[in-house]
């Protein structure tokens, strides 16, 4: 062929339609009124941030859906943005000044932020241009970043109205303070991790009692110069006598009272639990039901302050060591342990949390009791569904968010102080978003609120929200509600409850309440897309800080971007973890290859006319009913109903079956089965045969251009010397498919007859297997199951004698003592010409043999229970499919070498 390549060169391919989709603005926005719309936004990526595994599964699953919305006759618009990043980005940036020396503090604020975004306008946009060469099909022209003038008015009109409304306040509580970061952090930015640490066992002597001690146990000595008071469950007898009573701190030494609470858990340690209010939240509610002072030892950076007395500057587990050290010097460690327990760490910061009495700024919650409804109502449908108990358990013990955060790269709060007033009290506040008229007269305050705290708006914030007019001309109202949204579920509560709750109070009228009319009005998105997480070979989840994750632009480069998105699809079953095996790169890119060649096999016998220019219409009017043969039939036929599984499967967000469905008809059906049968007729320019290869192909690349959208522009386009985008080309549904092929009268009998010989050929090609190639002096026998049978057969032979080359074929009347096998249209019998029966017997015995031990490794993993519940679906089923065509071939051999011993 003239207009296409031999071999498909991704390379080229993509890089050409990467830049014919740009120049021709085939993803902007547009509206048609009548028209069903479709929305999706891309979970804003952080500016700092360049192409990961996860980013490479979540994106492909956005631009397939969007791409299919198109094909579906449907108005799109897919909108990208990145995420300020406030944490990471101000860490970023004070690194970067660090290399020259010098340090955020002595520049200042207004110079920091100003080096911030020259770093952002420079390396920002990194993330989005290589999501361009994966072929994401978003709208590039209206990216929204979320510090962009009009989104950021959003994220502070929000704080200022639900101020006003009374959900945010002021308050000096419990947080938890990342010392890496210097900034507080809401509980949703803390994990939990295992860790080993000591157990120390510390007394401290009764000051009533000279020469008596009470023992506690802690694994934190470096907070001691805090304790307030040592406390005892009042149910423990151990302390009875002791309650009431004062003990002397061994470090910064002084008298603290002995208190009962039940609180303290006796189980733990001694029993005697060292109370220091402003190290642990536990400490911290025991000392407010006491009224206990507060002595807070550490300095914002995790050193010790001048409350920690000599090892003030140390840092906090330098400041454990030397403790301890300390505490056997004077004779008050009596023992240490090993112990295990889960530390809280800052996710940002990778450090140990401390708990922190700070002033901040916080949020209750609006619109929970909806929020929650919105699911459990069906209003917002999540994918797995497994994930909506986890959304309503969350919501069902939801806490106040910190949302103030002790930096200058982000959304600072819009809250100025009277100067020279007391700033505790709201009466010398001035909140609103633009200031004071007399701003000289106030400060504002320094911290900026949680990067949370201005994403969770970005489904209508992207839109312009607050100002009308702007709404009004992105078409808010159209595209709102969005259709779904494509995540993972570690930011289930981070961003996705959030969201939902941010739109439930914003979008409409204040209300202090919503019916579920309104609720379904408000939503942000009517279907979640839960990803799972890419992992390695060993179960970690993929990092580049690991250094277990591959470099996704060095994957499609080796691959093709098609050859990755089918892939990576292949294997990542419904909302599961998945482990990635670049293997199935490879099969993506192999079947990118066979499409390819299929697609020039069966175009070389057509004229050379552009898919582009061709309607369904047209190639069914080049087929004669008359014409068509059984298998023509069957094939048309398996393509509504493959049509039809395909729809379901997709609405249903089962993507990576669906994927695998594809592959499974494009490969069996189509490749392996339909261009073999028909080869005869191809050679002989069977018109309605090649148009059934038309109509077939036209179908298969529409179906799959979301999936690998960069080959499937270049087939749709062969020959078309000015290529236009298939995008917006609608697909057939199976139900148009019924409609179209009316005239044709297909009837399930022919795909059932289709079917059955496909039985037979397989069948037939596994006995003659056995032979291991070797084609001298073989010949079959068939012995039909009925007339019938043999009349298909008669009918079917010129093709059987052109898929299976023997010497000879001829029909039997009664059963043969040969190799044989059985078929839903009769038993086949092989004639295998063998003269050395001994040799061809020791040769399946062995065959034997080693697929025994095969099973025997299947039947071990399927009843492993670990095995089942762990492992994908589509690995499951295989080994299961993979057990049953072993023992069939076992069974096979076995009759085979039955036969053979009659020699």
């Given at each position: 062929m003239?207009d296409l390549?031999?071999?498909?060169?991704?390379?080229?391919?993509e890089?050409?339609?990467?830049s014919?989709w740009?120049?021709?603005?085939?993803?902007d926005?547009?509206?048609?009124e009548?028209k069903e719309?479709?929305?999706t936004?891309?979970p804003?990526?952080?500016?700092?941030?360049?192409?990961?595994?996860?980013h490479?599964?979540n994106?492909?699953?956005q631009?397939?859906?969007?791409?299919r919305a198109?094909?579906?006759?449907?108005c799109?618009?897919?909108?990208?943005?990145t995420?300020?990043?406030?944490?990471?980005?101000?860490?970023?940036v004070?690194?970067?000044?660090?290399?020259?020396?010098?340090?955020?503090?002595?520049?200042?604020?207004?110079?920091f932020l100003k080096r911030a975004?020259?770093?952002r306008d420079?390396h920002g946009?990194?993330?989005l241009?290589?999501l361009?060469?994966l072929g994401?099909?978003?709208?590039?022209?209206n990216?929204?970043?979320?510090?962009d003038?009009?989104?950021s008015?959003?994220?502070?009109?929000?704080?200022?109205e639900?101020y006003?409304r009374g959900y945010?306040y002021?308050g000096?509580?419990m947080?938890?303070w990342?010392?890496a970061?210097q900034?507080?952090l809401s509980d949703e930015?803390?994990?939990m991790r295992p860790?080993?640490?000591?157990?120390?066992?510390v007394?401290?002597?009764?000051?009533e009692?000279?020469?008596?001690?009470?023992e506690?146990s802690?694994t934190r000595p470096?907070?001691i110069?805090g304790?307030v008071?040592?406390?005892?469950n009042?149910?423990d007898?151990?302390?009875?006598?002791?309650?009431?009573?004062?003990c002397r701190?061994?470090l910064?030494?002084?008298?603290?009272p002995?208190?009962?609470?039940?609180?303290v858990?006796?189980?733990?340690?001694?029993?005697?639990l060292?109370?220091?209010?402003a190290?642990?939240?536990?400490?911290?509610e025991?000392?407010?039901r006491?009224n206990?002072?507060?002595?807070?030892?550490?300095?914002?950076n995790g050193?010790?302050?001048?409350?920690?007395?000599?090892?003030?500057?140390l840092?906090?587990?330098?400041a454990?060591e030397k403790?301890?050290?300390?505490l056997r010097k004077i004779g008050?460690?009596?023992k240490?342990?090993?112990?295990?327990?889960?530390v809280?760490?800052s996710?940002?910061?990778?450090?140990p949390i401390?708990p922190?009495?700070?002033?901040?700024?916080?949020l209750k919650?609006?619109?929970?009791e909806?929020?929650?409804?919105a699911?459990?109502?069906?209003f917002?449908?999540?994918?797995p569904?497994?994930?909506e108990k986890?959304?309503?358990h969350?919501?069902?013990g939801?806490?106040?968010?910190c949302i103030?955060?002790?930096?200058?790269?982000?959304h600072?709060?819009?809250?100025?102080y009277?100067?020279?007033?007391?700033r505790?009290?709201?009466?010398n506040?001035?909140?609103?978003?633009?200031g004071?008229?007399?701003?000289e007269?106030?400060?504002r305050?320094?911290d900026v609120?949680d990067?949370?705290?201005?994403?969770w708006?970005?489904?209508f914030?992207v839109f312009?929200?607050?100002?009308?007019?702007?709404?009004?001309s992105s078409?808010?109202r159209?595209?709102?509600p969005t259709?779904v949204?494509?995540t993972?579920?570690d930011i289930?509560?981070?961003?996705?409850?959030r969201?939902?709750i941010?739109?439930?109070e914003f979008?409409?009228?204040?209300?202090?309440?919503?019916?579920?009319?309104e609720?379904a009005?408000?939503?942000?998105?009517k279907n979640v897309?839960f990803?799972?997480?890419?992992?390695d070979?060993?179960?970690?989840?993929m990092s580049?800080?690991?250094?277990?994750?591959?470099?996704?632009?060095?994957?499609?480069?080796k691959?093709?971007?098609?050859?990755?998105?089918?892939?990576?699809?292949?294997?990542a079953?419904n909302?599961?973890?998945?482990?990635?095996n670049?293997?199935n790169m490879?099969?993506?890119?192999?079947?990118c290859?066979?499409?390819?060649?299929?697609?020039?096999?069966s175009?070389?016998?057509?004229?050379?006319k552009?898919?582009?220019?061709?309607?369904?219409?047209?190639?069914?009017s080049?087929?004669?009913?008359?014409?068509l043969?059984?298998?023509?039939r069957?094939m048309?036929?398996?393509?509504?109903?493959?049509?039809?599984s395909?729809?379901?499967?997709?609405?249903n967000?089962?993507i990576?079956a669906a994927?695998?469905?594809?592959?499974?008809?494009?490969?069996?059906e189509?490749?392996s089965w339909?261009v073999?049968?028909s080869?005869?007729?191809?050679?002989a320019?069977?018109?309605?045969?090649?148009a059934?290869?038309?109509?077939?192909m036209?179908q298969?690349?529409?179906?799959l251009?979301?999936f690998?959208?960069f080959?499937?522009e270049?087939?749709?386009?062969a020959?078309?010397?000015?290529?236009?985008?298939?995008?917006?080309?609608?697909c057939?549904?199976a139900?148009?498919l019924?409609?179209?092929f009316?005239?044709l009268?297909?009837?399930?009998?022919?795909s059932?007859?289709?079917?059955r010989?496909?039985?037979?050929?397989n069948?037939t090609?596994?006995?003659l297997?056995?032979?291991?190639?070797r084609?001298d002096g073989v010949?079959?026998s068939?012995?039909p199951?009925s007339?019938?049978?043999q009349?298909?057969l008669?009918?079917?032979?010129?093709?059987l004698?052109?898929l299976?080359?023997?010497?000879?074929i001829q029909?039997?009347a009664?059963?043969?003592?040969?190799?044989?096998?059985?078929?839903?249209?009769?038993s086949?019998f092989?004639?295998?010409g063998?003269s050395?029966a001994?040799t061809?017997?020791?040769?399946?015995a062995?065959e034997?043999?080693k697929?025994s031990k095969?099973?025997?490794?299947n039947?071990?993993?399927?009843?492993d229970?670990k095995?089942i519940?762990?492992?994908?679906a589509?690995?499951v089923?295989g080994t299961?499919?993979m057990?049953?065509?072993?023992v069939?071939r076992?069974?096979?051999?076995?009759?085979?070498?039955a036969a053979l011993?009659e020699h």
């Amino acid at each position: 062929m003239d207009d296409l390549d031999k071999v498909f060169t991704a390379a080229h391919v993509e890089q050409k339609w990467t830049s014919k989709w740009m120049e021709d603005g085939c993803f902007d926005r547009h509206v048609e009124e009548g028209k069903e719309s479709f929305c999706t936004l891309m979970p804003p990526p952080n500016v700092t941030g360049v192409l990961h595994m996860g980013h490479l599964l979540n994106q492909t699953l956005q631009d397939v859906f969007t791409r299919r919305a198109r094909h579906c006759n449907k108005c799109v618009t897919w909108i990208p943005g990145t995420d300020h990043a406030g944490i990471s980005m101000q860490v970023k940036v004070e690194r970067e000044l660090a290399k020259d020396g010098i340090y955020h503090m002595d520049i200042g604020r207004e110079e920091f932020l100003k080096r911030a975004c020259e770093w952002r306008d420079r390396h920002g946009g990194i993330i989005l241009s290589q999501l361009k060469k994966l072929g994401v099909s978003c709208d590039f022209k209206n990216s929204v970043h979320t510090l962009d003038g009009d989104y950021s008015r959003g994220v502070l009109t929000a704080f200022v109205e639900l101020y006003k409304r009374g959900y945010i306040y002021r308050g000096k509580r419990m947080i938890n303070w990342c010392p890496a970061t210097q900034t507080a952090l809401s509980d949703e930015e803390v994990t939990m991790r295992p860790q080993r640490n000591k157990l120390c066992y510390v007394r401290y002597e009764i000051v009533e009692r000279p020469g008596e001690f009470i023992e506690i146990s802690t694994t934190r000595p470096e907070t001691i110069m805090g304790d307030v008071a040592v406390a005892a469950n009042p149910a423990d007898e151990r302390y009875e006598n002791l309650i009431g009573l004062h003990c002397r701190r061994p470090l910064n030494a002084a008298e603290i009272p002995i208190i009962a609470d039940e609180a303290v858990d006796s189980s733990f340690g001694t029993g005697a639990l060292k109370i220091t209010p402003a190290h642990a939240c536990a400490d911290f509610e025991i000392g407010q039901r006491h009224n206990l002072p507060i002595i807070d030892v550490l300095a914002p950076n995790g050193t010790l302050n001048a409350n920690g007395g000599e090892f003030a500057g140390l840092d906090r587990f330098v400041a454990r060591e030397k403790t301890v050290e300390v505490l056997r010097k004077i004779g008050a460690l009596v023992k240490i342990e090993d112990h295990e327990s889960n530390v809280g760490v800052s996710e940002r910061g990778n450090v140990p949390i401390e708990p922190k009495l700070s002033e901040q700024w916080f949020l209750k919650y609006p619109k929970v009791e909806e929020a929650k409804r919105a699911v459990s109502g069906g209003f917002v449908k999540f994918y797995p569904r497994r994930w909506e108990k986890t959304y309503l358990h969350w919501m069902d013990g939801i806490k106040d968010w910190c949302i103030s955060r002790q930096l200058w790269w982000g959304h600072r709060i819009p809250v100025w102080y009277k100067k020279g007033f007391d700033r505790g009290n709201s009466a010398n506040w001035h909140i609103s978003i633009d200031g004071p008229s007399d701003v000289e007269n106030w400060e504002r305050d320094g911290d900026v609120l949680d990067t949370w705290a201005s994403s969770w708006i970005w489904p209508f914030g992207v839109f312009g929200w607050p100002d009308v007019e702007k709404m009004e001309s992105s078409a808010f109202r159209y595209f709102y509600p969005t259709d779904v949204l494509v995540t993972g579920p570690d930011i289930i509560f981070f961003w996705v409850a959030r969201m939902i709750i941010s739109a439930l109070e914003f979008v409409g009228p204040e209300k202090k309440s919503l019916i579920d009319e309104e609720i379904a009005g408000r939503i942000p998105f009517k279907n979640v897309y839960f990803t799972g997480i890419i992992r390695d070979k060993i179960g970690r989840k993929m990092s580049k800080s690991l250094g277990n994750s591959p470099e996704p632009l060095d994957l499609i480069a080796k691959y093709g971007a098609d050859g990755v998105r089918f892939g990576i699809l292949m294997s990542a079953p419904n909302g599961q973890d998945l482990l990635f095996n670049e293997d199935n790169m490879a099969l993506g890119r192999n079947f990118c290859n066979k499409l390819w060649n299929a697609f020039r096999f069966s175009h070389s016998w057509r004229h050379s006319k552009s898919f582009a220019e061709t309607q369904l219409s047209d190639i069914l009017s080049r087929i004669s009913a008359e014409d068509l043969d059984v298998d023509d039939r069957a094939m048309l036929a398996n393509l509504v109903e493959f049509c039809d599984s395909f729809e379901r499967l997709f609405t249903n967000f089962d993507i990576s079956a669906a994927v695998n469905l594809i592959n499974s008809f494009f490969w069996d059906e189509y490749c392996s089965w339909y261009v073999e049968a028909s080869k005869t007729r191809l050679h002989a320019g069977d018109a309605t045969v090649l148009a059934v290869h038309g109509v077939v192909m036209r179908q298969l690349l529409l179906i799959l251009n979301p999936f690998i959208p960069f080959i499937t522009e270049e087939l749709w386009n062969a020959g078309n010397g000015s290529p236009r985008s298939m995008q917006n080309v609608r697909c057939e549904t199976a139900d148009d498919l019924r409609l179209a092929f009316q005239f044709l009268k297909l009837g399930t009998e022919d795909s059932e007859n289709t079917s059955r010989f496909k039985e037979f050929l397989n069948g037939t090609r596994r006995l003659l297997s056995q032979l291991g190639g070797r084609k001298d002096g073989v010949a079959l026998s068939i012995m039909p199951q009925s007339e019938a049978a043999q009349g298909e057969l008669e009918m079917r032979m010129a093709k059987l004698k052109k898929l299976i080359t023997v010497e000879k074929i001829q029909f039997t009347a009664a059963a043969l003592q040969l190799p044989s096998v059985q078929t839903p249209l009769g038993s086949v019998f092989l004639h295998t010409g063998i003269s050395d029966a001994t040799t061809e017997r020791e040769k399946i015995a062995k065959e034997i043999e080693k697929i025994s031990k095969l099973i025997e490794l299947n039947n071990k993993k399927l009843s492993d229970e670990k095995f089942i519940e762990n492992a994908p679906a589509n690995v499951v089923r295989g080994t299961q499919k993979m057990l049953e065509d072993n023992v069939a071939r076992r069974n096979e051999l076995h009759r085979i070498l039955a036969a053979l011993a009659e020699h």
